[in-house]
């Protein structure tokens, strides 16, 4: 049985340089969690996250908070994603 989720989120709000993108791949790292996050042009940030399920949630949860010069007005799911990933990157802006 799989027991692994991938999500693809996009996160808006004060969220670009404040550190979101480091302290998101600390916090999945932490967490075990692969993927990947970059910023966006509008602002904001990007990420896919691999894992656990109750990890997934634990990480949703914290992106509504993240750093601490963060201000999160929206976390959104975008989708459920089938790639794989093998640990975890931050990706050049889009």
């Not at 693809?8 to 969690?33: F, K, N, S």
């Not at 997934?56 to 949860?61: G, H, K, Q, R, Y």
Request: glycine share 10%; net charge negative; proline share 5%.
């Amino acid at each position: 049985m799989d027991t692994s989720r991938t999500v693809h989120v996009v996160i808006e709000g004060r969220v670009q340089g404040v550190g979101y993108r480091a302290w998101l791949e600390v916090t999945a790292q932490a967490l075990t969690l692969t993927g990947w996050v970059r910023n966006h042009r509008d602002g904001s940030v990007e990420t896919v996250l691999q894992g656990p399920p109750e990890k997934i949630s634990e990480m949703l949860c914290r992106c509504e908070v993240g750093p601490p010069a963060a201000c999160v007005s929206r976390v959104e799911v975008l989708g459920e994603e089938g790639d794989v990933y093998e640990g975890f990157e931050v990706r050049p802006s889009a």
